[in-house]
């Protein structure tokens, strides 16, 4: 149930981190992996930036901001590296 809870938690957060970036997503497979691999790296960004931050303690709504951020720059590299190609 918890790689259940991750893998929405992903799909959510990238999905409206591609939203906000190109104003359409970019499939279901890439926005989970997108969400997902921008959590890990808004966690880390937070992390480093935030003194004691951690997700464990941040409740939802933070937890879900950090992670939108982390899959918006995400996102960024992706259509650096790609030329801004979409998957469709």
């Known amino acids: 149930m918890f790689i259940l809870g991750w893998i929405f938690f992903g799909a959510l957060t990238g999905w409206v981190a591609s939203k906000i970036v190109n104003r359409r997503g ?4 890439v926005n989970t992996a997108l969400g997902l691999v ?6 880390f960004l937070f992390r480093a930036l935030v003194p004691g931050f951690s997700y464990e303690y941040s409740g939802f709504f933070l937890s879900s901001f950090v992670a939108v951020i982390g899959a918006i720059i995400v996102l ?12 469709r």
């Open 76 to 87: 960024f590299l992706y259509h650096a590296a790609t030329g801004s190609r979409t998957l």
């Open 38 to 43: 921008g959590a890990v790296v808004g966690g």
């Open 26 to 29: 970019e499939g279901c497979m």
